[in-house]
């Protein structure tokens, strides 16, 4: 009823059954005390926060919208997630990295991704008509938050993307209309795990000892925006983020703007 996101409603069964494996019968007996003693559980097992606040959401959800009893999670509390910067790679990594995946198909999809800051997910769900090499744009439509934009093509991108198109084309890979990176099977698109592994790979043979992961690529295309004083509003649009406290984060990476902030504090000399 609600149209929530298959990965959401993934995540809310999962919570439910999680809970409901550790209370050994069905979770709508349960009590407030009950829901307490499963959160200590899982920190006793060393649940991640993200992983734990993730797992309240959905028992929110069940007890709340479901059963209609919100005084059972009365004694359920979030906890606060340790705030990490992004892993960010040089311009020289990234170049390194491409260089290193073996398959143009996934090559080509891991430079669509560093070069327009596309979420791994929004990659694999375009399809070919969402080019516009006219206008040098790419529709992204439904990306999270179920909000369509336009991301910039630049002309390196779009040769890329016409030389995938060629190859895949002469292949039968790409139908018309089709996915843009189809899957072995040209009806199904390809998958968000097959890209993350082509970048595990890549970054192992291109002796990258970063953590480096699709969304990697993201936050570096960010980072060397702002380093090349592109309005960060700008960046905002460009990424699909709602507040620009979001995308404020990568000021604290980015090198050159923060050398700008200390370089007129080296010049002073103490009174």
């Given at each position: ?7 959401t409603?993934?995540?809310y ?32 097992q ?64 891991l ?36 909000k ?5 093509l630049?002309p390196v ?10 190859v895949a ?7 018309e ?25 890549a970054a ?15 936050h ?26 979001t ?11 923060l050398?700008?902030v ?10």
């Amino acid at each position: 009823m609600r149209k929530l996101a298959p990965k959401t409603r993934s995540a809310y069964i999962r919570a439910v059954r999680k809970f409901a494996k550790f209370l050994g019968k069905s979770p709508d007996t349960a009590t407030d005390e009950d829901l307490r003693r499963f959160q200590l559980h899982l920190i006793d097992q060393g649940t991640s926060p993200i992983t734990l606040n993730a797992t309240i959401v959905g028992l929110n959800f069940l007890f709340e919208v479901t059963l209609g009893r919100p005084e059972a999670m009365a004694k359920m509390q979030s906890v606060r997630v340790p705030h990490k910067l992004p892993v960010i790679l040089s311009k020289d990594e990234v170049t390194r990295l491409i260089a290193c995946v073996g398959h143009i198909k996934h090559q080509t999809a891991l430079s669509l991704a560093y070069g327009t800051g596309l979420r791994v997910g929004e990659v694999v769900a375009l399809k070919v008509g969402d080019i516009d090499s006219k206008r040098m744009t790419l529709r992204v439509e439904q990306g999270k938050g179920h909000k369509d934009r336009y991301a910039m093509l630049s002309p390196v991108l779009l040769e890329r993307l016409r030389v995938w198109w060629r190859v895949a084309r002469a292949q039968g890979k790409i139908l018309e209309g089709g996915w843009l990176f189809p899957g072995l099977d040209p009806l199904q698109s390809l998958s968000t795990r097959q890209l993350n592994r082509a970048i595990h790979d890549a970054a192992t043979m291109a002796k990258i000892d970063k953590r480096v992961s699709m969304h990697t690529l993201r936050h570096s295309f960010a980072t060397h925006l702002l380093e090349q004083k592109v309005d960060i509003r700008v960046i905002q649009v460009l990424l699909g983020h709602q507040r620009l406290d979001t995308t404020a984060h990568y000021v604290q990476v980015a090198t050159d703007v923060l050398r700008e902030v200390i370089s007129p504090l080296e010049t002073l000399q103490p009174s």
